[in-house]
């Protein structure tokens, strides 16, 4: 059971240039979720889906698309990379859409650690 | 004012000290609650859930006072493996979001 997937693990950008961070969960969830972590400020919510089709921001949507095609894949999209983008990001699933997404625990990917020179 | 906040610490114990946590919140519409616990360039992992009456979970305790809007993090008989940052973790019905606190610093020593 693979859980949350995250690729790639590292990736150094220049300023500018746009990558796409992938996120699969083969668990069956409905709700889905990037967070990016900074040095002392706790993980923030990006970008989040509570089904296929769903999308919606966060606390600091801005800089990132999301798009959510089928429950499994939830990528997440730099449009043009800024310094202030480094940061390690985080995708999470849980089950449930709308009510599981507070209600129930998070399961974490591994984590994609983006530096942007 | 962050909505949930966390003493950063860090906190340094000796093996086998009992250590607590505090986390407070400031939406009263919250729902439910949570601490995770992440280590070192990883990825945080649920530790317990927090309900109204509190629960306990080998010697890790959780207690939540919702009138307060505080949650705590008692954890027992230290092992050298807590050591770790543990996230107060809040999730609101408006918005179907899950907010993290910035996490306290744990090191256990021998």
């Known amino acids: 059971n693979a859980g949350v997937t995250q690729t790639p693990k590292f990736q150094v950008l220049k300023t500018g240039q746009s990558m796409t961070l992938q996120c699969a969960q083969d668990m069956n969830h409905e709700y889905m979720s990037w967070y990016r972590q900074d040095p002392g400020m706790g993980l923030r919510l990006i970008h989040y889906?509570?089904?296929?089709?769903?999308?919606d921001q966060g606390e600091v949507p801005n800089g990132y698309n999301v798009s959510r095609s089928t429950t499994e894949d939830f990528p997440l999209r730099l449009l043009s990379a800024a310094p202030s983008q480094t940061s390690v990001y985080f995708c999470?699933?849980?089950?449930?859409?709308?009510?599981?997404?507070?209600?129930?625990?998070?399961?974490f990917g591994n984590g994609t650690r983006l530096t942007v020179t | 004012r962050k909505e949930v906040e966390q003493d950063p610490g860090p906190f340094n114990v000796p093996e086998g000290a009992t250590v607590a946590f505090n986390c407070t919140y400031s939406?009263?519409?919250?729902?439910?609650f949570f601490w995770y616990r992440q280590d070192c360039r990883k990825e945080p992992k649920l530790l317990m859930s927090v309900y109204s009456s509190g629960n306990e979970d080998g010697r890790f305790t959780a207690q939540l006072n919702r009138a307060s809007q505080y949650i705590s993090l008692l954890i027992r008989d230290s092992k050298l493996s807590d050591s770790a940052t543990y996230l107060c973790?809040?999730?609101?019905?408006?918005?179907?979001?899950?907010?993290f606190g910035a996490g306290t610093r744990l090191f256990v020593k021998a």
């Open positions: 889906s509570v089904g296929a089709g769903i999308t």
């Open positions: 939406n009263s519409a919250s729902q439910s």
């Open positions: 973790v809040v999730g609101y019905t408006g918005g179907f979001k899950t907010i």
């Open positions: 999470a699933s849980t089950i449930g859409g709308a009510l599981g997404s507070y209600n129930s625990p998070l399961h």
